[in-house]
Structures are given as C-alpha cells and as structure tokens.
C-alpha cells in the first residue's frame, strides 16, 4: 500500500492545472451572459494547453493567460479564465476517484 500511495502523490504534485476559458457578454449589466468556450490545462513550466469545445481549436501558449486574447477579440465579449480547485485527491482504482 506504501508504493500505491507514493504513486498517487507522484500524480497529485506533476498534475496539470484545469481551467475554462469562458466569454462573457454585457458584463456589469444585469442582463449579463456567458457561457464556456474552451477548456485548458496548465503545465509546472508555464505553458498552457487549450480544446475549443467545438473541438476545432487547439493551442499551446506559453501562459494560460495569452488564450484570453484569442477569444476575446469579438466587439462587446471578454474572456476569463475559470480555475478549477486544486487536486486533492487520486486513485489508482477509477471507481474510488470517482
């Protein structure tokens, strides 16, 4: 079981960042709107990697943050990156991480 948990920590500290790229429209408006775009994993050096949920865009970026340039560009639509927590846990078994 030692090993098993080692390996499991080796996953939780290399794991890549999740995040979504989400627009949004008529932000500070009560009307305002938004909605996922994109999701992207970040790497410990820095870089990012991004799918368009329509699943024709991919990108490698140096930074996350350099994506919001590419779906931010439309009059009226910003973007933001939405940060999912943290691993916290991890399994080697699918039906005890789920």
């Not at 439309?74 to 940060?83: C, D, I, Q, Y």
């Amino acid at each position: 079981m030692p090993f098993e948990q080692e390996l499991c920590g080796l996953v939780l500290d290399s794991a890549p960042r999740l995040f979504a790229v989400v627009q949004v429209c008529g932000e500070g408006r009560e009307d305002a709107d938004g909605w996922v775009v994109a999701w992207g994993l970040a790497d410990e050096d820095g870089r990012a990697h991004v799918i368009g949920i329509d699943g024709r865009t991919r990108m490698t970026l140096a930074s996350p943050e350099r994506v919001l340039r590419h779906f931010g560009r439309r009059p009226g639509v910003s973007a933001r990156l939405v940060w999912l927590a943290e691993p916290g846990g991890a399994a080697l078994d699918r039906g005890e991480a789920a």
